[in-house]
């Protein structure tokens, strides 16, 4: 699938809204391959979003799905974070949402699979079960898995996988490691060279990426292309909350990685909420997601997840199928100069 598009360019899947039909077909019109994400979406919804993404086109695109968590959650971790968040809750008038865990409708968007028969699907939060992987396979799709670590990628390549989305630790919002301690947070490019070296399929490296140059160089560093989110939320496609793009359009706030929102990893601007909670958020996933999640959406920037990548101040507001354009014109005027500098 990668061999076949005009830009080497893939757009992140980005739970939450920022993955909309629209910016999804923007992105494969203009020859990328765009991604919906599923994460937080029942099944059905996710089913709406496949079915009108090709009403807008006939060229192949993506859908990302979360593996459900496999750590042990401590449940006085969470509940210890409850009460910690209870003058949160108190200073904007909501409740604290019920840390119940799940699944992510796992099962459902499995079936799911059987029937939509997406050109490609990707897997984050871990590598499903070979036999999993053979049945999404079975179906039509490749199928790739997130990975942070060599070990993570030489088990997605035993368990099936066509091929890896290699994160650095540069990217924004969630880490796909399977685990959620003792994570890798090697940087992109020398992620990519201990990948290489362990495995033999196709590689497509994320984590801060932001122009043609960024493209050019992860594809001279072993990748078949180069997946970017963050560079994708401003795009007029996008359904990224507007308080969101206006922080990144500030462009002046340090990102940092932390579990407070989620109990996950997530790379975010650095707010009040970030700064105050990081420190006693537990590794509880989706407990911790589930417990702020009316915290999150109360309307102050200093209390909502701002994902965003290194690299989040050279977003722009421009049409997607622009930003791919330039960003295949950018990678092979890149790659031409190089090329140039030892002839």
Do not use: H, I, W
């Given at each position: 699938m990668l061999d076949e598009l005009a830009h080497p360019v893939v757009q992140a899947p980005m739970a939450g809204g920022g993955s909309t039909p629209e910016l999804?077909?923007?992105?494969?019109?203009?020859?990328?391959?765009?991604?919906?994400?599923?994460?937080?979406?029942?099944?059905?919804?996710v089913r709406d979003q496949i079915t009108r993404t090709r009403e807008l086109t006939d060229q192949p695109f993506g859908l990302n799905v979360f593996v459900p968590e496999r750590s042990t959650v401590d449940t006085d971790g969470v509940d210890a974070y409850a009460a910690e968040l209870a003058e949160e809750a108190e200073r904007y008038g909501v409740a604290l949402g019920d840390p119940s865990g799940g699944d992510d409708d796992w099962a459902a968007k499995l079936a799911l699979l059987s029937t939509a028969h997406v050109p490609v699907v990707s897997f984050t939060f871990g590598c499903p079960?070979?036999?999993?992987?053979?049945?999404?396979?079975r179906h039509g799709s490749e199928v790739y898995v997130t990975v942070t670590a060599a070990d993570e990628a030489r088990e997605a390549v035993a368990a099936g996988a066509d091929g890896l989305v290699v994160q650095g630790q540069e990217a924004g919002a969630h880490r796909g490691s399977f685990k959620n301690e003792g994570i890798d947070h090697t940087g992109l490019i020398p992620l990519l060279r201990k990948v290489s070296a362990a495995v033999d399929v196709p590689l497509v490296?994320?984590?801060?990426?932001?122009?043609?140059a960024d493209v050019a160089a992860v594809l001279a560093a072993g990748a078949s292309a180069?997946?970017?989110?963050?560079?994708?939320?401003?795009?007029?496609?996008?359904?990224?909350?507007p308080l969101h793009l206006a922080a990144l359009a500030a462009g002046d706030t340090p990102t940092a990685i932390t579990r407070a929102f989620?109990?996950?990893?997530?790379?975010?601007?650095?707010?009040?909420?970030l700064s105050a909670h990081s420190a006693a958020a537990p590794p509880a996933y989706p407990h911790v997601h589930q417990l702020t999640r009316d915290l999150r959406k109360a309307g102050d920037p200093q209390a909502m997840s701002l994902w965003a990548g290194q690299s989040y101040e050279f977003a722009r507001r421009l049409p997607a199928a622009e930003l791919v354009r330039e960003l295949g014109a950018g990678a092979r005027s890149a790659l031409a100069a190089a090329a140039r500098r030892w002839a």
């Open positions: 999804v077909a923007a992105v494969s019109n203009a020859g990328g391959l765009g991604f919906l994400a599923a994460g937080y979406l029942s099944a059905a919804a079960a070979p036999d999993v992987v053979a049945e999404v396979k490296a994320t984590g801060g990426l932001a122009t043609g180069a997946q970017l989110g963050t560079m994708f939320l401003p795009c007029q496609e996008s359904g990224a909350n989620t109990g996950r990893p997530a790379r975010g601007l650095v707010n009040r909420f």
